[in-house]
């Protein structure tokens, strides 16, 4: 593998410490976001992945790509499906941020790009992360300002993932074949009920934050409140109906087998990103 990496989202969550692993490890990288702008070394590439038009130049000379969906998005098969099919042509290897559990049902969109990459005939790495950790400090970060982090989820469970492991993760995708044709479930590595995190993070913070478990429809109407769209909205409160049922507990040992490292717990996120989540 001699050509440059290109990273989807750069800028992101994932995107900025993938792009710090992989120019760690001397690999030459192409930045993907819409300004174009460079990234912490990495040659920068204008990039929209709702205009094809600018899908082209950002494939040039590039051997391996991550490929993920910008959040806000929920159509991930119309506008996943387009870049896949252009890397897939250019016989470019994909390592795609798929959705943990979506192998449990092939009718599920992400599932099926996942079906299309595995079916290509080119190399390729599926990373399927659980809840990230760092929602806390972006999505339900006014939750956290006021005290409450108020979502649908009941007493359920998740082993959330630090972006951090799964950039780490994607970064040994990226750099060998050695896991090729293979789909990785990345977890943390315990399971965290949302009340038991509102404590760790109060403590971590030093200010009182609570958990309030809500319905889907208050949930939705907050959001939308605060701006988000509704069928963005609608798409948040459904995907907390597996964290309900228990299927997001699930601990793996994959970010292990990708890095050779065990995967951030909770309180480790908390104690990194304090300052993200009281500023």
Avoid: C
């Avoid at 399927?128 to 972006?138: K, S």
């Avoid at 970064?171 to 044709?181: C, K, M, V, Y």
């Avoid at 509704?230 to 699930?250: C, K, M, Q």
């Avoid at 990708?258 to 989540?277: E, S």
């Amino acid at each position: 593998m001699s050509g440059k990496i290109l990273v989807l989202g750069a800028g992101g969550n994932v995107g900025r410490p993938l792009l710090k692993a992989l120019r760690a490890r001397g690999e030459a990288v192409k930045a993907a976001s819409r300004s174009g702008a460079a990234v912490d070394g990495a040659e920068g590439v204008v990039f929209d992945i709702a205009n094809p038009a600018t899908h082209a130049a950002a494939f040039e000379g590039v051997d391996r790509a991550y490929v993920m969906l910008p959040a806000g998005n929920v159509q991930a098969r119309a506008l996943l499906m387009p870049v896949v099919d252009a890397l897939i042509a250019r016989k470019i290897k994909i390592v795609f941020q798929s959705v943990f559990g979506v192998d449990a049902d092939d009718s599920i969109p992400y599932r099926q790009i996942e079906l299309a990459i595995e079916r290509a005939g080119v190399p390729f790495v599926i990373l399927r992360p659980n809840w990230f950790a760092d929602n806390f400090h972006t999505y339900w970060k006014a939750g956290v300002d006021h005290g409450v982090i108020a979502v649908p989820a009941a007493q359920g469970k998740t082993s959330f993932i630090d972006a951090r492991d799964i950039a780490a993760s994607a970064a040994a995708a990226l750099t060998t074949e050695r896991f090729d044709g293979k789909a990785f479930n990345l977890t943390g590595p315990e399971a965290v009920g949302y009340a038991d995190a509102a404590a760790l993070l109060s403590e971590v913070t030093g200010k009182p934050i609570v958990y309030q478990a809500t319905d889907d429809d208050s949930f939705i109407a907050m959001l939308t409140g605060a701006g988000v769209p509704n069928d963005y909205a609608s798409f948040l409160a459904s995907i907390f109906h597996p964290v309900r049922e228990g299927w997001t507990a699930a601990v793996t040992d994959h970010v292990q087998q990708l890095t050779g490292q065990a995967p951030r717990n909770l309180r480790r996120y908390a104690l990194d990103h304090v300052a993200d989540l009281t500023a």
